[in-house]
């Protein structure tokens, strides 16, 4: 049998009969389970699954079952919301409160039923049993009637998973069932309606949304051009500043530029001055040591109490007398040189120590002509 297959042939067992209006979903092995779920129950968990997609969601599964010549039919009619769940995003575990509700509501609306097995969802991951899926089935779901229904209502995918030869296999399908009469549909009922959009409206908003980006184009545009004129501007402005920098800085090379040259040339007339005043005070000072041996009196004997006696005078009025005019000027002439000698020799003395004043003096102003002009230095 073909996916989606309508049948409405009566299948009859030694128990009871099976249901005669239903769809498949999938297709289904000789060997397999064979699982039939109405079509309101499959709508509700469709839609219970879709109501928190954050966290896992689970039901009992009730109804009946029958078995014939070792094939087992189950026949799901309906579904008990497990409340008061320990739930995450991957887990779900019936509590002692859970189990105390599905009891309570099995007696009250389905009491004439069997629980056939249990569904919860995956949202988001696929459609497996995990580990801890797996302990709940074995434990609590053992029977071999017993399936398990997993439900991804983020991907729309679903699957039954059976007892065969003691393990748990997947189903490949399933049935849904109603009624005889019934129209089956497999999709679940939607959420919202969809709303049809006539022709004259979707060109209406086609029109406004080219009115709201030609708005959107026109303001960038406008705002591009002004952006534009505000850098132009700015470059303009930086333009000018650098400008005004460079013909600051050149103006304040050339002041200190005038400065150097005019501190360099008030030192050195204030050294030619020092220079000029030194050799004044040079001058000055020969002059008045030549003024001063000039002005000096000559040692003179001093005259004792006792006068020349006439004999010395005789005596040398007889040498003067003796001697001719010529040795008298050759005596005079050596006593002469014997006194230039002796000034000359005194002269250069006095003349030594004013050059040592004078040399101390030209180191004073080179120590403080130096620091100022290194490159004056010879």
Request: aromatic fraction near 10%.
């Amino acid at each position: 049998m073909t996916k989606h297959e309508q049948n409405t042939t009566l299948h009859e067992t030694s128990a009871a009969q099976l249901p005669v209006n239903f769809v498949l979903s999938g297709t289904v092995e000789n060997t397999d389970v064979k699982v039939y779920i109405h079509q309101k129950a499959y709508k509700a968990i469709e839609k219970y699954a879709h109501s928190d997609t954050t966290k896992e969601l689970g039901s009992i599964l009730v109804g009946d079952y029958t078995e014939s010549s070792g094939k087992i039919h189950v026949v799901i009619k309906g579904a008990i919301e497990a409340k008061y769940t320990d739930a995450s995003a991957s887990t779900l575990t019936f509590t002692h409160e859970t189990w105390d509700y599905i009891h309570k509501e099995q007696a009250r609306l389905f009491p004439d039923l069997k629980i056939l097995g249990w569904q919860h969802t995956h949202p988001g991951y696929g459609i497996f049993l995990s580990n801890y899926d797996m302990f709940i089935q074995e434990n609590f779901f053992n029977l071999s009637f017993q399936v398990a229904y997993v439900v991804d209502p983020k991907q729309d995918m679903r699957g039954f998973f059976q007892w065969k030869n003691g393990k748990v296999e997947k189903l490949n399908g399933f049935y849904i069932f109603d009624e005889v009469g019934a129209k089956i549909t497999i999709e679940p009922d939607a959420k919202t309606p969809t709303s049809k959009v006539s022709p004259t409206s979707g060109r209406k908003t086609l029109a406004l949304m080219v009115a709201i980006l030609l708005i959107i184009a026109a303001m960038s545009a406008s705002s591009f051009v002004v952006l534009r004129s505000e850098l132009q501007e700015q470059a303009r402005l930086q333009e000018g500043l650098k400008d005004i920098v460079t013909s600051q800085q050149s103006r304040l090379q050339e002041e200190f530029k005038d400065i150097i040259v005019s501190q360099r040339q008030e030192t050195l007339d204030q050294r030619d001055k020092l220079k000029e005043e030194l050799r004044e005070e040079f001058a000055e000072s020969l002059q008045e040591i030549l003024a001063k041996e000039k002005d000096s009196p000559k040692p003179q004997r001093e005259l004792t109490s006792n006068p020349i006696s006439s004999d010395s005078l005789v005596e040398i009025e007889g040498i003067l007398n003796k001697l001719d005019s010529q040795q008298i000027a050759i005596g005079v002439s050596f006593v002469f040189i014997f006194a230039l000698f002796f000034y000359i020799t005194n002269l250069k003395a006095k003349n030594k120590r004013l050059q040592t004043q004078l040399d101390d003096l030209h180191k004073k102003v080179k120590e403080i002509h130096e620091p100022i002009f290194p490159h004056d230095r010879k």
